[in-house]
């Protein structure tokens, strides 16, 4: 079974370009990819704040948040 | 040809977080991975800082730094 791997981003160019630099380096073999645009589907914002990530750009993989550089906190993309 | 990917890290709580999560991901069929414990080597921090890392964990993927949540800043380790 695949690991999920969750980007969350919010279209900023620090969201760009991290998306750009890391997503196509994950195992394809290991890892279910979804890429959620916050700006985009609010609706998610939620689940992302209860994986526990701050802001984005963020990676949520097997449950852990890894924060990305720094794009935008989460509270502002409300 | 692989792309270098060269994890820093200071062996901090944090770092050991984003390595054991994230390493283990990275497509290793594209990626030549390196490991740097900055406070076991810090002749290597140069090389950090001109990559463009300000704290650590990071991950210099392709030449690009990409910060991964917060451990301790670069300065710190000198």
Redo the contacts between chains.
Sequence with gaps: MK?T?IFYHAGCPVCI??ES??T????????ELEIIHLGETPARIVDAENAGVKSVPA?V??G???????GANISDLK
Aim: charged share 10%.
């Design positions: 690991t791997a370009e991290a630099s890391l196509q380096y994950l195992d394809q073999g290991k890892v990676l993989l097997n852990t948040p890894l924060h990305i550089n720094f």
